[in-house]
């Protein structure tokens, strides 16, 4: 009887140990530093690479009458009440960048921070 026993608390401890609750793990987050952001230093490739492409806010395509090839440009763009929250994709607003997936939240983020702090060169 006693086997019984010990076998059936090991069944037992399997079973627990075996389930797992994935919903209440913590998700590892990228480390999105958003301090001190400059057009120069942040912001310029973010631009370069997303928005200031053929056919869109280049020199030579300038999409909506706008460029975002050069910090004059691209502060003056992000001056318009609609700049971030076309970024952002929210809803009422022509989700940028145009037909493509939206940027990477930490972009996004440090570009929000870059006009809230005044959209330093």
Not at 46 to 63: G, P, R
Not at 99 to 117: E, F, M, P, T, Y
């Amino acid at each position: 009887m006693n086997w019984k026993f010990i076998f059936i608390i090991s069944a037992f401890y399997l079973a627990i140990s075996a389930c797992s609750n994935d919903e209440l793990e913590t998700p590892v987050t990228e480390n999105c530093d958003t301090t001190d952001m400059t057009y120069t230093d942040d912001i310029k490739a973010i631009l370069d690479t997303s928005c200031a492409v053929s056919t869109c806010h280049n020199d030579n395509d300038t999409a909506d009458g706008f460029t975002l090839e050069n910090y004059n440009s691209a502060k003056a763009a992000a001056s318009f009440a609609n700049f971030l929250p076309a970024i952002m994709h929210e809803s009422g607003f022509v989700a940028m960048p145009l037909g493509r997936a939206k940027l990477d939240q930490c972009d996004i983020n440090r570009i929000a921070a870059w006009v809230s702090d005044g959209r330093p060169e």
